[in-house]
């Protein structure tokens, strides 16, 4: 059983220029949650959705960010008209339910704005 | 709103000796705690979690914690350190309530070093 999948592991992008992160959730698993994680600093959560639904954003930038989680296909965080400060670490997670239910990551996409 | 105090930002400790590494929090809710451990250039891995009844979690790699409700505390021990436990370890919460979904709410983190 794959755990959860996360491409390109890392991700070299111009200021301007989109980013699409991709996360495969552990199969079996319908939830799915983005974090960001700055240099030296812990992780902050970002998103939260289920098939084709937005649970929470309120961790999410009010511009240039968006999330998807489509009924087939991996789900999407997209960064679009990068900027230098967007350069993290951006993880996924993956569970089967809610309510203590044990998340899983992925080993992370790494993003590098020049 | 909740959220996560990791006193110690970084722990030095000698091979073989025992380690604690301190967790509270706050919460106007009752909770669920998790310890992560990241390795370097790595995900996330689950270390243990605290959802209910005893309040000693007995985890992987050696490591356990107690859920001090209290003190609202979580503080994460191991008896006897190796050089392999070198990595970042993260303490976690997130609501219990019913209804609730596990928007989980991470410390700054604590980098835990082992000398040989």
């Known amino acids: 059983n794959a755990g959860v999948m996360q491409n390109p592991r890392h991700l070299v992008r111009r200021r301007g220029q989109e980013a699409r992160l991709r996360c495969s959730p552990m199969k079996g698993h319908s939830h799915v949650y983005w974090y960001r994680q700055l240099p030296e600093e812990g992780l902050k959560f970002m998103v939260y959705?289920?098939?084709?639904?937005?649970?929470?954003e309120s961790g999410m930038p009010k511009e240039r960010f968006s999330a998807e989680f489509p009924k087939e296909g991996p789900s999407i965080l997209r960064i679009q008209q990068v900027v230098r400060g967007d350069s993290a670490a951006y993880f996924c997670?993956?569970?089967?339910?809610?309510?203590?239910?044990?998340?899983?990551f992925g080993p992370g996409t790494r993003l590098l704005v020049l | 709103a909740q959220s996560v105090t990791q006193l110690d930002s970084q722990v030095p400790v000698f091979e073989e000796a025992p380690v604690e590494l301190r967790c509270n929090y706050s919460s106007s809710v009752s909770v669920y705690l998790f310890w992560y451990v990241q390795y370097p250039n790595q995900g996330l891995q689950l270390l243990l979690k605290?959802?209910?009844?005893?309040?000693l979690v007995k985890g992987i790699n050696g490591f356990e914690a107690e859920f001090n409700k209290s003190q609202t505390s979580f503080h994460l021990r191991k008896p006897s350190v190796h050089i392999s436990d070198t990595a970042e370890y993260f303490c976690?919460?997130?609501?219990?309530?019913?209804?609730?979904?596990?928007?989980?709410?991470f410390g700054p983190g604590t980098s835990l070093s082992v000398i040989p």
């Open positions: 997670a993956s569970s089967r339910q809610w309510g203590g239910e044990t998340q899983y």
């Open positions: 976690a919460v997130s609501d219990s309530a019913p209804d609730s979904y596990d928007k989980v709410i």
């Open positions: 959705l289920q098939k084709e639904n937005i649970i929470d």
């Open positions: 605290y959802l209910s009844g005893s309040t």
